[in-house]
């Protein structure tokens, strides 16, 4: 099975850094996704990571190693709509897409 | 507008009772997946299908069955449906291994 673990809660200023771990260890590997979920909607997909390394997406990065099962979702700038959950995803050697509990993110003025 | 669409939107649902939530896609995408989401507890997968024809069990697979006929459908019954059933189920679908799943909007069920 799959152990997803990312932390429950983080609260940042506007226009600050904030990084979000996630660590993981699956039955093989075909891929790590980030999404975005506020309130009452759906998920929304972010980013994707497959080599190691950093992807880079306007005010969005995320960051893979696969040796050590670790990323990492940067998101710069913060802004008041970037409050949400963010929720990491890992997809297995049989494809199966599993999430972490997601992490909460609180973006104060 | 492509996409992927669930019903009912929400549903009161008696113990005991059968229910059938539904998902389609119009997007030709191979890879289908049903969620439950709770509070605390953030996505868990009950059930997903690679392709048309084959399905396999997730993390919480007890109480729910699911059939894949064909790529567009994948619907999601709950047999005989008990309160810890309560939860909000999403259902997604990625065209490939290697891109990302796009969800639905989401079935609120409350089993009462």
Known sequence: GQNIDQPTEMTATEGAIVQINCTYQTSGFNGLFWYQQHA???????SYNVLDGLEEKGRFSSFLSRSKGYSYLLLKELQMKDS????CA???GDYKLSF???TTVTVRA | IAGITQAPTSQILAAGRRMTLRCTQDMRHNAMYWYR?????GLRLIHYSNTAGTTGKGEVPDGYSVSRANTDDFPLTLASAVPSQTSVYFCASSAAENTEAFFGQGTRLTVV
């Open chain 1, 84 to 87: 949400a959950s963010y929720l």
């Open chain 1, 40 to 46: 009452g909607e759906a998920p929304t997909f972010l």
């Open chain 2, 37 to 41: 989401q709770d509070l605390g507890l």
């Open chain 1, 90 to 92: 890992v997809r297995d």
């Open chain 1, 100 to 102: 972490g509990a997601g």
